[in-house]
């Protein structure tokens, strides 16, 4: 079945530190790949997408790319800031068969700033 | 504000009972997902309906059901509560079915049993 597995937390950086949360996969057929964050209190918002290989996502400074030979979607900041504390989830989705309409979530990753 | 509601926010109660959470869909979004998110379990797919049937189905315990009303609310139904049970619920919406259409998430709602 397909999973997702991300980099053990919780990650504590200074602002303006370069962030990057690892994301590996495990699919048949051709996934699309998203992060989403969760901030405290409130649900999950999409913070970025891509839906085949080699694409890049990018929102508000954070970037990810499709890597299909290494099977990942490693989410990157250059300069994080105290208002990107949350926690943030990679997933992904297949359509067809039995993954239809599901988002497989990884286990999520605690991001805390300080200044 | 992603424009999905959940009602209610929290909810408490006991071992064996049944309680009903209620998501109301962004306008204009035909497809409906619930999820779960626990501390042991993480954030787990438990079933989407589209435009009123049922579509796909995750690991959803055959306590729990659901139906999505011709107005496409959607209701999640948990009977026979377990304390395992506890959690937040996310509601999730979409104008579609499929990996192209961004799903949109509801505040949740936070079920404690005791």
């Known amino acids: 079945g397909n999973s997702v597995t991300q980099m053990e937390g919780p990650v504590t950086l200074s602002e303006e530190a370069f962030l990057t949360i690892n994301c590996t996969y495990t699919?048949?057929?051709?996934?699309?790949l998203f992060w989403y964050v969760q901030y405290p209190g409130e649900g999950l918002q999409l913070l970025l997408k891509?839906?085949?290989?080699?694409d890049k996502g990018s929102n508000k400074g954070f970037e990810a790319t499709y890597r299909k030979e290494t099977t990942s979607f490693h989410l990157e900041k250059g300069s994080v800031q105290v208002s990107d504390s949350a926690v943030y989830f990679c997933?992904?989705?297949?359509?067809?068969?039995?993954?239809?309409?599901?988002?497989?979530f990884g286990q999520g990753t605690i991001l805390t700033v300080h200044p | 504000d992603s424009g999905v509601t959940q009602t209610p926010k929290h909810l408490i109660t006991a071992t064996g009972q049944r309680v009903t959470l209620r998501c109301s869909p962004r306008?204009?979004?035909?497809?409906v997902y619930w999820y779960q998110q626990s501390l042991d379990q993480g954030l787990q797919f438990l079933i989407q309906?589209?435009?009123?049937?049922?579509?796909a189905k995750g690991n959803i315990l055959e306590r729990f059901s659901a139906q999505q009303f011709p107005d496409l609310h959607s209701e999640l139904n948990l009977s026979s509560l377990e304390l395992g049970d506890s959690a937040l619920y996310f509601c999730?919406?979409?104008?579609?079915?499929?990996?192209?259409?961004?799903?949109?998430f509801g505040p949740g709602t936070r079920l404690t049993v005791t």
């Open positions: 891509a839906t085949k290989a080699d």
């Open positions: 309906y589209y435009n009123g049937e049922e579509r």
């Open positions: 997933a992904l989705f297949t359509a067809g068969g039995t993954s239809y309409g599901k988002l497989t």
């Open positions: 306008s204009g979004d035909l497809s």
């Open positions: 699919a048949t057929g051709y996934p699309s």
């Open positions: 999730a919406s979409s104008v579609g079915a499929g990996s192209s259409y961004e799903q949109y």
